[in-house]
């Protein structure tokens, strides 16, 4: 049998205040003593009390939802920027809703257009690369919109991760290790995260130091080494792959070489895409782009806007994580 809701009365009778305080003291509007406060918020939680969004929202103007516009149908990165976004949300009695608008101009209209009419307090728009926009328009809507792992207009608040931070810790880490011979295995040279990645490779090893491009694919990683093991330069002893897919195809290619890795080669990945990295046999050392810290911040500035308040416009680059498995030897400190 479901439990009867608590409700607003109940929490004021057993904090010993009226009806109105225990509002405004669960709303954070009036004044009052911050220990009167605080034991409101105390019984109100130690009942279960769960505001009416639906009052809440009559009162507020507010419907206390978000709609998030993505491109990115297969999840990869839009499934952790989202259960970031809702992490940061739900304590707040914001839910999130996902439309997905694969890359259709019209499709993805029909979404705001419907994410408008429920009255959504904001938009997150999020993607499936940082140098590519969304196919539609948000820049004049009566909404805020944050964007999160997509590129955005010049006048917006953006988040992507800090694509050259994490690559010079991984090279760094390689370094580290003792590779001295370390090569750079990556995306196309049309993506900016490439670019991203190659500067800070580059940064680290020297402006000569050996970049190879090709697809975001295993078949890639395959393909490199045979190049690598062919060409008659000296072979490498340490290997940055710009993406999981890609070190996979990397480290398959050198055990059917009968290369050991990481006694011979030592590997890192970047994505941290867990069913690839811990899968791959060793398991791959690997930058976290950290999308869900990423999602956290989207969500806490789109609701920070819905409130009126005040934020600075720009990119802001979110940090990786280096996240250090048995591929590239050496362990953290």
Sequence with gaps: MSRARVRIYEVAAAAGVSVATASKALN??????????????????????????????????????????????????????????????????????????????????THVDAMLDKQVDGIIAT??????????????????????????????VTFVSDDFQGSRDAVEWLRRVGRQRIVHVTGPESFESVTWRSAAFREVMGEDALVLNGSWSEQWGHDAIARLWTDGEPTPDGIFCGNDQIARGVIDALRERGIAVPQEVSVVGFDNWEIVAAATRPPLTTVDMNLRTLGREAGLTVLALAEGKEIAAGIRRMPCTLVVRESCGGARD
């Design 28 to 109: 954070d509007t009036g004044r009052m003593q911050e220990e009167t406060r605080a034991r409101v918020k105390e019984v109100a939680a130690r009942l279960g009390f769960r505001p009416n969004a639906m009052a809440r929202g009559l009162i507020s103007k507010r419907s206390f939802t978000i709609g998030l516009l993505t491109n990115d149908t297969y999840g990869r990165f839009t499934l952790p920027v989202m259960a970031g976004i809702s992490e940061a949300l739900v304590d707040h009695g914001v839910s999130v809703f996902l439309c997905a608008i694969e890359d259709d101009p019209a499709l993805a209209q």
């Design 127 to 156: 993607g499936k690369r940082i140098d590519r926009k969304l196919p539609v328009d948000l820049s004049r809507l009566p909404v805020p919109v944050v964007y999160a792992f997509t590129r955005g207009p010049e006048d917006s």
